[in-house]
């Protein structure tokens, strides 16, 4: 199991709430991503981050929002959940270089009510 | 553009049997590729890649994979399956870029059913 920690593992809210999905990792990675995985399962990358203070979009739209004070923290944040936010969300984090695989953590299942 | 595809849904093989679980893909220069599988409420865990070297890439649990440059193919392949490698499987590769980003294009999964 890698080193990568995500918190809750499942979160039901309601419509409206502002919520923060947590990511740590203890690797020293300088990468840190997050990923949407939607009910047909494919996996979508709407953050991606290189580095402390450094954060950037992904390839899908998301409303959500990221930050990386910390090499090891890279929190997720829904200002207001709404349904269709219902998904899971999956971190991960790689070393620096196209070789090197990315490692995932267990993700978070939201369910926005 | 650079793309991954799973052509399978699902694949369905006997307890016992080899399987195979296929992966194409379409990227400029040379490609890094990965194959991951995801349990139930689970993340992905990294099976294996290929990034030079023997076409032939050994992983965990058994699995190897075998690059084929001229079919552009990098397919899943176990000798002999386990109920336990029911799971889905994602294959991957490492998108080339004016940075060294790292991002990896998924494909869309298949999901592999090994019935006793």
């Known amino acids: 199991e890698a080193d990568i920690y995500q918190t809750p593992r499942y979160l039901v809210i309601g419509t409206g709430k502002k919520i923060t999905l947590e990511c740590s990792q203890t690797?020293?990675?300088?990468?840190m991503y997050w990923y949407q995985q939607d009910p047909g399962m494919e996996l979508h990358l709407i953050h991606y981050?290189?580095?402390?203070?450094?954060?950037e979009k992904g390839d899908l739209s998301s409303e959500s929002t990221v930050s990386r004070i910390r090499t090891e923290h890279f929190p997720l944040t829904l200002e207001s959940a709404r349904p269709s936010h219902t998904s899971q969300y999956l971190c991960?984090?790689?070393?620096?270089?196209?070789?090197?695989?990315?490692?995932f953590g267990p993700g978070t299942r939201l369910t926005v009510t | 553009a650079q793309s991954v595809a799973q052509p399978e849904d699902q694949v369905n093989v006997a307890e016992g049997n080899p399987l195979t679980v296929k992966c194409t893909y379409s990227v400029s220069g040379n490609p890094y590729l990965f194959w991951y599988v995801q349990y139930p409420n689970r993340g992905l865990q990294f099976l294996l890649k290929y990034i030079t070297g023997d076409n032939l890439v050994k992983g965990s649990y058994g699995f190897e994979a075998e690059f084929n440059k001229s079919q552009t193919s990098f397919h899943l392949k176990k000798p002999s399956a386990l109920v336990s490698d029911s799971a889905l499987y994602f294959c991957a590769v490492s998108s080339h870029g004016s940075s060294n980003t790292g991002k990896l294009i998924f494909g869309q999964g298949t999901t592999l059913q090994v019935k006793p």
């Open positions: 991960a984090s790689s070393e620096w270089g196209r070789q090197y695989e990315q490692y």
């Open positions: 981050s290189y580095g402390v203070n450094s954060t």
């Open positions: 690797m020293g990675h300088d990468k």
